[in-house]
DNA sequence: TCTTTTTCGTTGCAAAAACAACATACTTAT
DNA sequence: ATAAGTATGTTGTTTTTGCAACGAAAAAGA
């Protein structure tokens, strides 16, 4: 477990919590590892979880097969990552995704159960962690909402302006930066990135925006 | 503060805690009540918030406008609800959006700090709470994922799809309900009304699925 | 510097969705 | 039972999007 830790005290779950602590953290929690090779999967749908994982090397996609055998990939884990603690609810019935490797993959395993029933005597930095998993869901949470109300314009060019005034708002400016170029915009909104970049340009040419790559400034109406 | 006892332990946070101890536990987290009247404003964009917050009476509405002045409903919160839990992160910036009293309201507010650090001593239901309110968002949050899967599908029809195949999934069954009317259904995935229902009616005609009212079945290929 | 690759805007066309309007079936209230 | 209201399906028109293809500009590499 020891070579794992200077992976985990990068992760959002261990932040602030020393090298010794998050040894007696992986004893405390009941950590377990598992390798997958590539193509393997780490669970199916179908499947109960009954525990939160960290990635600790690779890389993992959520996938899922709809009744028809359609495949959708939903997110792609890296390593550090945390995933399944939306599964961890008791009820919360099976998985209905694919967790597949697409790399020569290792997870770590963290008993669900330990980390919420909380132990201070034994375990003084259980409070710190139970407060960095909720922080991570959290903000999880927050940009999941945030980007359905970008989802949920029904055109592209109210996609792009409910997605642009909330950077605005985010950064505080009328003039700010984008993380995406056009393509990985167009992926994030799930639309076509040419006709984005025609609906970008339309907007510029109304006056409500400018733009010089991933630099934009908003106009009052 | 009593009175509030009978409706909070209907709520998903303190599912499992006695009378008592809710009522223990609401001077343990600091609460206190706020009452809003038809129209006010509980949080405007740009303020931070530093609470968890249940709506014990009345409605709000989760609203946000846009940089051009776009109104934009993003959700309601009825009684009984938890609203906050995603902003309490450290440094999770301001509010993005208006919560507005749209009914006379009342607001508890809860001490988020003292949530997460527990007092097991004092307050034997504590872990039970963290428990609660970790169940509720990581709930929140795998809903939020799938509706998101469905969203990003390009067409109606593939929206469609991916919705009823998960159904099926979560239901355990190729016939099913849905909680949804057409109008609501057509809401719930950001499409049109009757363009959803002339898509559903292609995919009958092609004998991909069948429905009467809310009823579906999915056939194999 | 020159070449290669990637990104971005632009256009035309075909497909799909939004919209509006209406007919029918179904519910609810009286 | 009847009338009013609501939900759903249907159709035709307009608008928007997706797609494919291409050239210019920018970036990356040799």
């Given amino acids: 477990m020891k070579k794992y830790v200077s992976l985990l005290k990068r992760t959002k779950l261990f932040s602030g919590v020393g090298d010794d602590d998050i040894l007696s953290m992986l004893n405390c929690l009941n950590a377990t590892v598992r390798e997958y090779s590539k193509g393997e999967?780490?669970?199916?749908q179908g499947e109960y979880?009954?525990?939160?994982?960290?990635l600790a090397a690779g890389r993992l996609h959520i996938q899922e097969e709809d009744y028809w055998g359609n495949l959708n990939i939903l997110n792609e884990i890296r390593p550090g990552e945390m995933f399944g603690e939306a599964y961890i609810v008791p009820n919360s019935g099976p998985l209905m995704d694919d967790v597949i490797a697409i790399e020569e993959s290792v997870v770590l395993f963290f008993d669900m159960e330990r980390i919420l029933?909380?132990?201070p005597s034994a375990c003084p930095f259980h409070t710190r962690l139970v407060k960095n998993i909720f922080y991570t869901i959290s903000d999880k949470n927050k940009s999941l909402?945030?980007?359905l109300s970008y989802m949920s314009q029904r055109s592209t060019r109210e996609k792009l302006l409910s997605y642009l005034s909330d950077e605005a708002k985010?950064?505080?400016?009328?003039?700010?930066?984008?993380?995406?170029?056009r393509q990985q915009l167009a992926d994030?909104?799930?639309v076509d990135r040419s006709a984005m970049s025609n609906e970008l340009c339309k907007l510029r040419d109304e006056g409500m925006?400018?733009?010089?790559?991933n630099d934009f400034t908003l106009y009052e109406g």
Same sequence: chains 1, 2.
């Avoid at 979880?49 to 960290?54: D, G, S, T, V």
């Avoid at 985010?170 to 170029?181: A, K, Y």
């Fill in 188 to 190: 994030f909104l799930s």
């Fill in 170 to 181: 985010r950064q505080n400016s009328s003039s700010f930066s984008i993380p995406f170029n």
């Fill in 49 to 54: 979880i009954r525990n939160l994982m960290i």
């Fill in 145 to 147: 909402v945030q980007k």
């Fill in 41 to 44: 999967y780490a669970f199916r």
């Fill in 209 to 213: 925006l400018d733009f010089h790559k």
């Fill in 117 to 119: 029933t909380v132990c």
